[in-house]
């Protein structure tokens, strides 16, 4: 019998299956699990299972594990604005959570550097991420969603005062954590052309990207900027989002145009680009966001909205497996 067979003989079923290989050095037993397909947590709550099953056994003084996994293609969508105020974070996170519940296995990175907004919307602040092995673990938030943001790394309200390669390596570090079997990466990139853009594009090329507007020409004047810098760079346009498209009275329900309307759909016509749905400006989704509790994670008319424009993605995604 080699060692294998005899360590195998020790462990659970569950566990047997992932076994690949047990080799005896000395008191010393090496083992090789296949963990495909198990989130973080599940192959940290793997490892201390076997350690517990073994350590102790007659001829085992010390177990050492090995992970061993296929690695899983994702694909990654660029969540975009020309400019801050126009509530792509907050799309951004809805958008990841109405996915998650359509089926999808969704991670949502923030390379929001300069000002991450994802502890907040997904309820995560006060929580630190662990690392493995020097690769970082995402948290994972109430609504289910793994998630890495700087805004979890750094002292609440502090100021990050990184320079280009910085923010690059703290991008590089966020795309390269453990996502477990998330088959697909939300980004959060900021407003703007920058160099986040220009990394997030050279070094984890999106599969597409969703350009987040508000209805008014002084905002669509820069989603057109951050339009043509996707397409420079041949990365394709999922399509526009019109967000704060009419203000919902939370008192008499009477609809108004602050920012006007139509716009970005205007826009998206005329840039040959899918126009992938509106978000009203309303009450409820304001306060649901500084609460950390995403719309999308619950029911209702502002759920919907968001549930529309991930399905619009959603059929993007799967026209282009084709």
Request: proline share 7%.
């Amino acid at each position: 019998m080699n060692d294998t067979e005899k360590i195998a003989r020790l462990l659970t079923d569950p566990i047997r299956q992932r076994l690949r290989s047990a080799r005896m050095t000395g008191e010393t037993a090496t083992i090789v699990l296949d963990v495909g397909g198990l989130s973080a947590a599940e192959r940290e709550g793997l490892e201390a299972d076997v350690k517990a099953l073994l350590e102790g056994r007659e001829g085992i003084a010390e177990v050492r594990i090995a992970m061993m996994a296929d690695k899983v293609k994702r694909r990654i969508i660029a969540v975009g604005s020309g400019k801050g105020g126009v509530g792509k974070s907050t799309l951004a996170a809805n958008l990841a959570v109405a996915l998650a519940r359509s089926g999808r296995k969704v991670g949502l990175v923030d390379a929001d550097i300069y000002g991450p907004s994802q502890p907040t919307l997904l309820g995560t602040e006060g929580q630190r991420p662990t690392a493995r092995d020097k690769t970082l673990i995402p948290l994972v938030s109430p609504s289910g969603i793994p998630v890495l943001s700087v805004g979890n790394l750094i002292e609440p309200g502090q100021a990050i005062a990184w320079r280009g390669p910085m923010t690059g390596g703290a991008l590089a570090q966020m795309m390269e954590a453990d996502w477990g079997d998330a088959e697909l990466l939300v980004v959060d990139l900021p407003p703007g052309t920058g160099d986040i853009q220009l990394t997030m594009i050279q070094k984890f090329k999106p599969d597409g990207a969703v350009i987040v507007s508000t209805p008014q020409d002084l905002s669509l004047i820069d989603a057109r900027r951050a339009i043509s810098l996707f397409e420079q760079v041949d990365v394709p346009i999922i399509g526009i989002v019109e967000n704060m498209a009419g203000y919902v009275c939370p008192h008499c329900g009477e609809v108004s145009d602050p920012f006007g309307s139509g716009g970005a759909e205007a826009a998206a016509k005329a840039l040959g680009a899918p126009f992938l749905g509106r978000i009203p400006l309303t009450m409820a989704i304001r306060e649901a966001s500084d609460a950390g509790q995403p719309p999308a994670a619950g029911e209702g008319p502002q759920a919907e909205t968001f549930r529309q424009v991930a399905a619009n993605v959603a059929a993007w995604l799967d026209r282009e497996i084709r």
